[in-house]
T-cell receptor
Framework: GESVGLHLPTLSVQEGDNSIINCAYS??????FIWYKQESGKGPQFIID?????DKRQGQRVTVLLNKTVKHLSLQIAATQPGDSAVYFC???????????FGRGTSLIVHP | GAVVSQHPSWVICKSGTSVKIECRSL??????MFWYRQFPKQSLMLMAT?????????EQGVEKDKFLINHASLTLSTLTVTSAHPEDSSFYIC???????????FGDGTRLSIL
């Protein structure tokens, strides 16, 4: 299930299940969105991105969905594995800005 | 793929010490690099944008005299935490934008602990 902690929401799933991590963004002018995975003690790693002219993009075991109407982004991980346990951040960029704005992050815990 | 290397990965030092953290883009040139700070269980907070050959741009509330940034070459930016105190203990992460409109790539962070 999903719970909201003091700072970081947590999603617990069983190995093999599909995971869905959600992100709401606030800037309707944002046109580029990125999902990052951060393992404990490491920097964020790029997973997948999507531009605002698309509503879905698929990678290996991951799918990003973008709903611009409600300013919502989701990351779907198929057949979740223990190695997927990490904190996942969405980030948005606007126009010509280099600088992404990061969401609060979601901690994914995968139980064997 | 684009690689960003950060060094050291872990520093423990006494209060009052100045600590330098290096961020290198290993296989691409980066005119702009970014420095973030991250507290436990929180998101990344942008501290400053490092610009090659010019002054860094600091975010509101970040002391430029406390966090000195130097970007002397297209592959290296350094962050120096001057006269560090326990409240400066944190996880510091750098990033850079590879060419070709790719997303930012991040270093593996530096865990700074001030005793």
């Amino acid at each position: 299930g999903e719970s909201v902690g003091l700072h970081l929401p947590t999603l617990s799933v069983q190995e093999g299940d599909n995971s869905i991590i959600n992100c709401a963004y606030s800037n309707s002018a944002s046109d580029y969105f990125i999902w990052y995975k951060q393992e404990s003690g490491k920097g964020p790693q790029f997973i997948i991105d999507i531009r605002s002219n698309m509503d879905k993009r698929q990678g290996q075991r991951v799918t990003v969905l973008l709903n611009k109407t409600v300013k919502h982004l989701s990351l779907q991980i198929a057949a979740t594995q223990p190695g997927d346990s990490a904190v996942y951040f969405c980030a948005e960029r606007t126009g010509g800005s280099y600088i992404p704005t990061f969401g609060r992050g979601t901690s994914l815990i995968v139980h064997p | 793929g684009a690689v960003v290397s950060q060094h050291p990965s872990w520093v423990i030092c006494k209060s009052g010490t100045s600590v330098k953290i290096e961020c290198r883009s290993l296989d691409f040139q980066a005119t702009t690099m970014f420095w973030y700070r991250q507290f436990p269980k929180q998101s990344l907070m942008l501290m400053a944008t490092s610009n090659e050959g010019s002054k860094a741009t600091y975010e509101q509330g970040v002391e430029k005299d406390k966090f000195l940034i130097n970007h002397a070459s297209l592959t290296l930016s350094t962050l120096t935490v001057t006269s560090a105190h326990p409240e400066d203990s944190s996880f510091y992460i750098c990033s850079a934008d590879p060419p070709g409109n790719q997303p930012q790539h991040f270093g593996d962070g530096t865990r700074l602990s001030i005793l």
